[in-house]
């Protein structure tokens, strides 16, 4: 079992930025890789961006450019910057560990919202 506990979200102006954390905890020798959600009201879930233990990280098309995905191994944390933030990025954050084909641990969830 993995455990997630996210944190680092908040109030923005758009233009603005954030960085999202995610300590992670228990089986963490499980891991293949981290990724990082989001939930907007009305919007499909969408894999933002993820991070694998081997190979290249992933970017959604709307935020290539703008987010970078990270890990600190030593500290078991991933973490989320996002820059150039923009009123569509509102949402709720999640943080999720996949540990066989899909992910299957998921965080608690923190909320960005971007005021224009």
């Known amino acids: 079992q993995v455990h997630l506990v996210e944190s680092g979200g908040g109030l923005v102006q758009a233009g603005g930025s954030l960085r999202l954390s995610c300590a992670v905890s228990?089986?963490?020798?499980?891991?293949?890789?981290m990724g990082w959600y989001r939930q907007a009201p009305g919007k499909q879930f969408e894999l933002v961006a993820a991070?694998?233990?081997?190979?290249?990280?992933y970017y959604a098309d709307s935020v290539k450019g703008r987010f970078t995905i990270s890990r600190d191994n030593a500290k078991n944390t991933v973490y989320l910057q996002m820059n150039s933030l923009k009123s569509n990025d509102t949402a709720v954050y999640y943080c999720?560990?996949?540990?066989?084909?899909?992910?299957?641990?998921w965080g608690q969830g923190t909320q960005v919202t971007v005021s224009s």
């Open positions: 999720a560990a996949k540990s066989g084909i899909r992910y299957d641990n």
């Open positions: 228990g089986s963490i020798s499980s891991i293949n890789a």
């Open positions: 991070i694998p233990s081997g190979g290249s990280t």
